[in-house]
Every structure is written in C-alpha cells, then in structure tokens.
C-alpha cells in the first residue's frame, strides 16, 4: 500500500496483476495443449523431482542446492543483533560489545541525576499568537496547552499552536522586572520539535535579535547569546517544526531563563544486518533504586534513526508513547518482552498511565537510552544506572530456510539471483498471522481474521492485508512457499465474506472493511484466479463464485458508462481511491484494462465451474472493453495511452504496462507503449510511474516496483527482455544499494528516496514482483490450469543471462525447468514435469531458420513439424502434449 492519504484511512497499494496474465498467451497456450494428441511425442521416462546433475563444465547451471547461499531468512525465531552501529555510543556506556555476546559481562548505561533547571521569576507571563484547545489529552485526562504552560516549570505540559503547518508561531515570556539573561534554553518534545527559530529581546523601545537557530533536531536546546542580556521579555519565533505522525505544530514545554547545558544519555544502538519483525526482548541484569527508565527507538534505515521511532502504531492511533518503546528497569532487573501494545507501569496503582510500549516491531536498527518522558515520572527516571544482559527479537513472520523452500530460482547473473532471493525474504516478513495489538489501529481488527494467517502489506506498517498487495505477495508465496497459500486464502476469503450488499468487496479490513477504493475489486478476482491456478482449491472457486457474479455484473455495471468504460465519478465513486489515492476520475485507462484482465479471469473461473454462458458473456464483454479502450484512450501522438481522458494530458505506468499483458494492446502499440515509457520514465532507480507532473509534484520521479512489475512483464512478453532486465537492474539494485538494503521499499521517491521519508515501509510484499518475473518470464515456467493441471514453459532469455533453472511447488510435486544458451540460436530447455499434470515448451525462434531436437529425433526441422503437437507461430515453436517424466529439447540454427 502507498500513501498516507488522511488519517482515517491507510494508503493502500496495489501492484499490477499482469504476469501470467497476457491472456492471449494464455489462450495459445491452453489450446495448443488441448489440440495434441496423448502420446504423440516420447521424451523420456521420469527422471525424479529435480536437475540432481547439472552440466559439468563451469559455465552451466549450477549444483543443486547452491542457491542456498542466498537465503535471507534466520535459522531459528530467536534473531540477535550483529554489530553496534558505528559512533552510535553516547554517554556513559561500559562494555557496549556485551550485548552482542549473551552471557558475558552485561552492557551497564549510567546517566547522573540532573540538577534542577532554573525557575522564571514570580510574576512572569507568557503569551502566544495562538494556542490549541483543551480536550483530554492522549491519555484520556484533561488537558490544556496554553502559553502558561511553557514558562510552569513542568516538563509534562506544554504549550501547542494552533496553526498546523503555518508559521510564523511566536511565543512571548514577559517577566516584572528587568534581568540579565545569558541565554535560554528551549524544551520540546518527542512528539516534534522546533527546527528553526529566533529569540529576540526586548530593549525598551523595539526587539533585538540575540539568537537565530536553524536545523535543531534537539528536545532540548540550549541558545546562548553572544553576551549577557538584561531584559524584561523575550520573544520566540518559529518558522518550521518537525512533521511527526502527531502533527506539524510548535511544542514548548518549557523556556528556561539560562542556557542548561544537555546531559547526554548513555545510549548505543545496534543492528541486526536487515530488516526484521517481531518481539523486542531486552534482559536486564539490575538497576539503580530510582527505577530509571529505558526508552526504545526502532527505524528500518539510518537516515531516520533518531531519539524516536520512524513509526509507531501508537503515533497513528494517538497514544502518548511520544515515538519510542517505555520501560522502567525494577533493582533486580526484569526480562522485559515488548510482545504487547499499552501501558506498562508494573503494579504501581498510583500510576495506571505510565510508561508505554509499542508491542511487535519491524526495524533494522534499535537505539536503547537511559531515558524516561517527563509525563512518565515518578514511575520512571531519566537517570540511574541499568545493566543489560542481552537483546534479542522474537521473530514472528513465516521463518524462511533453505529446507522450507519449496520452490527455487538461480541464474548465471548473481544480482538477479540475490534480487529473487530478497525478495522472498521480504515476503516472509509479510507472512504473519493477524493479532489485535500488531495490526493497523484504524479499525483494521477483525474477529474473522484473528489469529489466522495473512499476508500484511509491510512489516512496519501497514500491518493489514490488502488484497491489491496480493496481485504480486501472492503469487510470490505461491513460487517460494506454498505451504502458507492458506495466508491468500485466509485474505482473500474474508474480503468475499464481507462483500456489500451492492456487490463492491473491500480493500481490507481497514475502517471496518468500508475504505473506498475503485480498483481493488478487480484485484480480488484475479488474485482469487492465481490462488485456483497455483492451489486447484476448487471448494474456494465454488464458494466464492457467486461473490465474483455479483461484482462483475451487479456492482462494475453500475459505474460503466454509454461507451462500455468504467468511470470514476459515476453512482457516488468520486470520493473512491485506488492502490496510491490518486486524483484521477473518469475513464481511467488502468481501471479499465484491469478490468479486461478481471473478465478474462472470471471467464476462466466459470469455464473451470462449468458456467459457459457466464464464461461468453465475460469474454464478449472483455472485449468490448479492450476495443473502447483502444478507440478512445490511444494517443497517437505519444504512442501510449492516456492515463485518464479527463484533465491534463499524461501517460501512466500502470495503464500502460497492463494493457500490454491484458492484451488490450496489440504487437505494434505494445512496442509503442514501452518506447513511449522507455523515453519518458527512466530514471537510475527504475521507471517512474508517470511521464510527467500533471497529477502531482515529483509523480516522474516516483517509482513503484508494484507497477514496475508489469512492465516488467510486459518488456518479457513483448521480445524485450534485454530491456527487462535493464529495468530490474535499476530497480532492486538502487534498493540493494542503499539502507537498509536487502528488502523491498514500498515506493522510492526523488533522487531515490524514501518516498514517504520515514513513514516509507522498506519491506512490503508489494515490491516483490522481480521474483514472479524471473520465475515465470526470464525462467519461463507458470500454471495454466487450475492446481499446475496444465503448466507452460516459455523462457524468455536475454543477453546477459546465460542459464537459469528453477523449480515450482505444485500440488502434484516440483515443476523442475532449465535453459542453457549456446552459440548463436542454440538453446536447451530441459523440464521435469510431475504426475498428473500436462503441459508445453515454448522455443524462441530468433533469427533465420530453427531446428528443434529431443535427442536425436527432429521435431522442427525450419520449415515445418516433423512429430505431432509441435506449432509454430510468430515468435516460437512450441511442443505440446508433454506428459509426466523428463523432457530435453535443443534448438540451433539451420
């Protein structure tokens, strides 16, 4: 998901379904299968369910089981960190190594109590230009936050503006009588602070400056003037704070007349080498008697590795952690598990709202200090002494080792072998189970789903399946681990099941299964045709069908207009989103070309059912769709398609990319289309998702890897694979080059940042879809028919890769597949197929005329078939009727 849009929904996000999907490949392929005759070809007997012995020469496919080494995920649920992050020790910390080696000598932080911060004279006033409204606080009690509050010598209150976003704030200290002051020091708090500022002073007549600060990123501030001041105001102005999950507004707590200096607090901050989620565990060895307080800070990358976490649940459900993880260390020390979301104050009656935790994690860094918020004390200090035993996560996602692969992948290129292999691990950390206190707090918990596992949108955040994520986290579950496809199911089951009475079925569960999005429904049927595909659940099929008949025909219809084209805006969907909430409406060419790829789907579903007329009907109306999408959303001009026929003129990714494997497209537009991207949307960290900036500011600079998929795809079916590749380079190797490295970031944004700065998940199921398309496109293998039934190899190689071979977990037994490139046209495709299943090899036929062998038999000899079910079209040979057993075809050059 993408977007924060408003704060009552989530930004849900959605890669495109395309892949497998080019339905005209998908038909050819189906009806060369049905047209051979059983028997018509021998290719040799079963040979078992993997390559045991590759080629011997050096260049060749490797040995089995070398692609273990790739592996991402840990050997067991108990994940420790492995270096302390380089210059990260503050303060007084002994024996920071220790908390890498359990066991040893524990890790002891040691903070000195600080002294009391000077006071304002009696009769000091304050004013501000305005102050927010009382209510009752994040913690439930009465709360105000005028002035006043920022010169009461309470840390715990504070004073906050009324003006998000908009500057100048000016607050004004006015004392009785005239004082020499050498400075001030400003105190604000976690929840953000000023980062730029001016203090002036009052000399009689007009305000001087006496200091200007820019760039802070401190709680507290010190601001010295050049020399002493005597004054009787002084006046604060601020021009910008931080933008936090609480909000853009100026928050004082306090203004003291001196310049105090900062205790730093003994702190360190360790790594655990990438992206992980689950359950902090810290062991504490003892404690000084004051109960000091311990404060956690999580990030996925350095850039946003501060005193506060680059997110909490509790920052977007308004509870007042202030961005970190709270815990007061007992004498005799404590094993503190951050397996929960709420207060934590011990048994201290007096102190039901003290000290908060935020429960499961997803981060690469943790940065522990000897702290404590001032709203926590007396149950917790900011100083003492705590001695740490040991860290550690409860990891809690699907625990991916190379004995629970069920499918594989590996190539000549190493890159692309890591890139598929971060990907699954990315995937991992999605594949959870739904739990109340770790999913997204915007009414996302759901009874239906408690318990049960799921496939989340992130590992950070949001932790919510949405079904439009599935389009890509799904299918590669489905080619990694297919053990956990009840994680689709469990989704995809529970969205059906609450399916509005007009027929439209949620995103996700978010606000109580209402968020509005207009193309999330279509992701539904096809990822309820993958999950048939690559499972056979035909009791899913069954069950849900009547779900599928009354979106498409009930709900779809009713925002179609007199063209045949879906229309946002039309029966009350302005208001709708989709996968990034973006401001389009009317004929939108991605809406409309998903939905072809939807009816192509549903009528697949119904011929499998049985339902012909259902199947016709779908089918007629696929292609009524493809033919009003050609006729009015073609730009001859560009040589693309519109994004939107409504509003400025742009051409999108999405729309693009999905009428090539929908098949709205034909060869030359195709071609045209990927040009048109190819010229327009290149930058070094992939393909922008839109060719310019009429949507919103920094749209050509953005890249999705859920919609870079597609394309993808697209430049694979459409001969381009060279320029594939290309792509997938500059993609996951920007993501692999940069913190936090290894996982799969939700969006990259200008420059190739973090599109949404810290609120960007770096590991979200989504931006996994280089592992379907290496799998099914650059290897060649994917199901079709229902449960592998029927399964088509058609390898797509490019120039640089000179071999690859995988294996794809069936319900029958591994689909086992390999190519090797020789000299020129020369290609040998070998295929261990399981019992039960059915299926074809699709050979490229390049340039000039091509001869195809199985062993010493000629099957294509450049001008014609010489054995039964093998085909020719324009761009392959292709042999069908392929059963059980192990099959080797060559080709070369006649």
Not at 169 to 193: C, F, H, K
Not at 388 to 415: H, I, K, M, N
Not at 661 to 671: E, Q
Request: net charge negative.
């Amino acid at each position: 998901m993408t977007s924060r849009q408003h704060d009552d929904a989530p930004s849900p996000g959605r890669p495109a379904s395309a892949q497998r999907s080019g339905p005209a490949r998908r038909t050819v392929l189906a009806a060369g299968a049905a047209g051979v005759a059983a028997g018509a070809v021998s290719f040799g007997p079963l040979s078992g369910t993997a390559f045991a012995t590759p080629p011997a020469h050096a260049t060749g496919p490797a040995a089995a089981g070398s692609w273990h080494r790739y592996v991402q995920g840990p050997s067991s649920r108990t994940v420790r960190p492995v270096r302390i992050l380089s210059g990260s020790v503050t303060g007084d910390v002994r024996d920071p190594e220790g908390l890498l080696a359990p066991g040893g000598r524990p890790t002891v932080l040691t903070r000195a109590r600080p002294t009391a911060p000077p006071a304002w004279p009696d009769g000091t006033t304050a004013q501000a230009s305005s102050a927010h409204g009382p209510n009752n606080g994040n913690d439930g009690n009465p709360r105000t936050y005028d002035a006043k509050n920022a010169i009461d010598g309470d840390p715990g209150t504070f004073w906050n503006d009324d003006t998000q976003g908009v500057y100048p704030d000016i607050l004004t200290v006015t004392m009785p009588a005239a004082r020499a002051l050498p400075g001030v020091t400003v105190l604000s708090n976690q929840d953000g602070v000023p980062t730029a500022f001016t203090v002036e002073t009052w000399d009689g007549s007009v305000w001087q400056s006496a200091a200007s600060v820019t760039g802070n990123t401190a709680v507290q501030r010190p601001v010295p003037f050049d020399a002493p001041v005597t004054t009787t105001s002084v006046r604060i102005t601020v021009t910008a704070d931080q933008s936090t999950p609480a909000g853009e507004f100026t928050r004082v707590n306090e203004v003291w007349p001196d310049v105090v200096p900062v205790i730093e607090p003994a702190g360190v901050t360790l790594d655990f080498g990438k992206v992980v989620v689950g359950y902090p565990r810290v062991r504490f060895a003892y404690a000084s008697d004051n109960s000091p307080g311990v404060r956690l800070a999580f990030s996925e990358s350095t850039q946003f590795l501060s005193t506060r976490s680059d997110f909490t649940r509790g920052d977007q459900a308004g509870d007042p952690g202030q961005g970190t993880d709270q815990f007061a260390v007992p004498v005799r020390g404590a094993d503190w598990h951050d397996d929960r979301r709420g207060y934590g104050a011990g048994d201290d009656p007096s102190a039901p709202d003290k000290v908060y935790a935020d429960g499961l994690h997803g981060f690469r860094y943790l940065k522990i200090t000897l702290d404590a918020l001032a709203s926590d004390a007396p149950a917790a200090q900011p100083w003492g002494t705590v001695a740490v035993d040991s860290v550690e996560l409860d990891f809690t996602a699907y625990v991916g080792t190379p004995g629970s692969y069920r499918g594989y992948f590996q190539c000549s290129d190493d890159e692309l072998n890591r890139y598929w292999y971060a990907a699954a691990y990315t995937n991992e950390l999605v594949t959870d189970h739904f739990r109340r206190d770790d999913v997204d707090p915007r009414d996302a918990f759901s009874p239906t789903l408690d318990g049960k596992l799921v496939l989340h949108d992130g590992a950070k955040r949001d932790r919510d399946p949405y079904v439009g994520d599935l389009a890509v986290s799904a299918r590669t579950l489905y080619l990694t681990h297919d053990d956990a496809a009840e994680a689709a199911r469990n989704v995809l089951a529970d969205l059906a099941d609450h399916q509005r009475a007009d027929g439209w079925i949620p995103p996700a569960s978010i606000n109580n299964y209402t968020l509005p999005l207009f193309d999330y429904p279509l992701w539904w049927v096809t990822c309820s045709w993958d999950y048939v595909l690559y499972t056979g659940d035909r009791a899913y099929a069954a069950r849900y069908y009547p779900q599928l008949v009354k979106l498409l025909d009930t709900w779809y219809p009713s925002v179609t207009d007199s063209a045949g084209l879906l229309s946002k805006g039309l029966n009350g969907t302005d208001g709708y989103g989709d996968y990034a909430f973006l401001g389009r409406t009317g004929r939108v060419t991605y809406y409309n070309v998903n939905y072809v790829q939807a009816l192509k789907d549903a009528a697949a579903f119904a011929t499998y059912l049985g339902h012909g007329a259902d199947a016709d009907r779908w089918t007629r109306r696929a292609d009524a769709v493809a033919k009003a999408v050609n006729t009015l959303l073609w730009d001859e001009a560009a040589g693309a398609y519109l994004d939107s026929a409504t509003g400025a003129v742009r051409h999108a990714q999405d729309g693009n990319a999905i009428a090539i494997t929908a098949g709205v497209a034909g060869p030359d537009r195709a071609l045209a289309a990927l040009d048109h991207l190819d010229a327009t949307t290149k930058t070094r960290y992939g393909n922008a998702f839109m060719d310019n900036d009429t949507l919103f500011g920094g749209a050509s600079q953005r890249v999705y890897a859920f919609t870079s998929y597609p394309e993808f795809v697209a430049r694979f079916e459409s001969g381009r694979a060279d320029s594939a590749i290309d792509q997938i380079r500059r993609t996951y190797g920007w993501m692999a080059g940069h913190d936090p490295g290894i996982t799969h970031w939700e969006g990259v944004g200008p420059n190739g940042s973090l599109y949404e700065d810290a609120y960007t998940s770096c590991a979200h199921g989504w931006s996994t879809g280089v592992l379907p398309a290496l799998t099914n496109q650059l290897l060649g293998a994917m199901p079709t028919a229902p449960g592998f039934a029927e399964w088509a190899v058609r390898p797509c190689p490019d120039t640089s890769v000179t071999w690859a071979q995988g294996q794809l977990p069936t319900p029958h037994g591994p689909l086992a597949v390999r190519w090797e490139r020789g000299h020129g046209a020369a290609l040998t495709v070998s295929v261990d197929a399981p019992h039960g299943t059915r299926g074809s090899v699709a050979l490229p036929k390049g340039e000039g005329r091509l001869v195809v062998r199985s062993g010493r038999s000629v099957l294509w000899d450049g001008r014609g078939a010489r054995a039964k079910g093998v085909t020719e079209d324009a761009t392959h040979i292709t042999v069908t009727g392929l059963g059980a057993g192990s099959h080797t075809f060559t080709t070369a050059a006649k």
